[in-house]
């Protein structure tokens, strides 16, 4: 006569039904851990956003940080001297236009030009005085997006010059941006502009300097 082969020690009996819902319930905590920890992670974000609005910069402020951080690189064909204007739109706007304009004049004047048709440099020579025009505006690029916010910003070097009275004219080239529009920009009731990260505009620039430019990493 066999034993009850619980009684024997060589299994154990299987749980109850009550016990096995029990232990099911024991487990649903793991789930509520994963939310909390959702929820927390959203809260950071919802306090280094605060903290990073508190120190957000103002335009003028911003205006004062650039031409303390970049006043002038260096080139191949010497060094070039700048000058930052930052110009902030509070007031409406089209979706499509941006927020916050970085304008930036350069001297010597004639150097964007000679690159551009001019035979005094080599290829080599423009593609360095170029590298550097265009290295510093990524960089400006990249301080305004961390220290004035998630804002549509445009940037370029630009020089007013007095064409006819009263008529004044600009040269501008190696325009940014870094928002896109999304729709029809030629209808803005239809369009909607969506921010993001750093994005030449070559569109309405009076040079043409992508035959020198290096592509971004």
Not at 27 to 33: E, H, L, S, V
Not at 131 to 158: H, M, N, S, V
Not at 189 to 204: L, R, T
Request: charged share 25%.
């Amino acid at each position: 006569m066999r034993g009850n082969r619980w009684a024997l020690g060589r299994h154990s009996p299987p749980p109850p039904a009550s016990a096995r819902l029990h232990r099911l319930r024991e487990r649903q905590p793991a789930k509520t851990k994963t939310k909390g920890l959702t929820m927390l992670k959203r809260t950071a974000r919802a306090i280094t956003a605060a903290i990073l609005a508190r120190f957000r910069m103002t335009g003028k402020e911003f205006v004062v940080y650039l031409n303390q951080r970049y006043p002038s690189f260096d080139t191949p064909a010497g060094t070039v001297s700048l000058k930052h204007e930052v110009d902030v739109n509070d007031g409406p706007l089209s979706v499509i236009s941006p927020e916050i304009c970085i304008y930036t004049s350069w001297e010597p004047l004639e150097l964007p030009y000679d690159v551009a048709y001019g035979l005094q440099y080599t290829e080599a020579q423009k593609k360095g005085i170029i590298k550097a025009f265009q290295a510093t505006q990524e960089q400006i690029c990249k301080d305004a997006i961390k220290l004035l916010g998630k804002r549509r910003i445009e940037g370029f070097y630009i020089y007013w010059h007095y064409h006819a009275k009263p008529v004044w004219d600009c040269t501008r080239f190696l325009t940014w941006r870094n928002f896109t529009i999304v729709g029809d920009w030629q209808k803005p009731e239809k369009a909607k502009a969506k921010i993001g990260g750093f994005k030449w505009d070559f569109f309405i620039d009076d040079y043409d300097f992508t035959q020198f430019m290096q592509p971004k990493p």
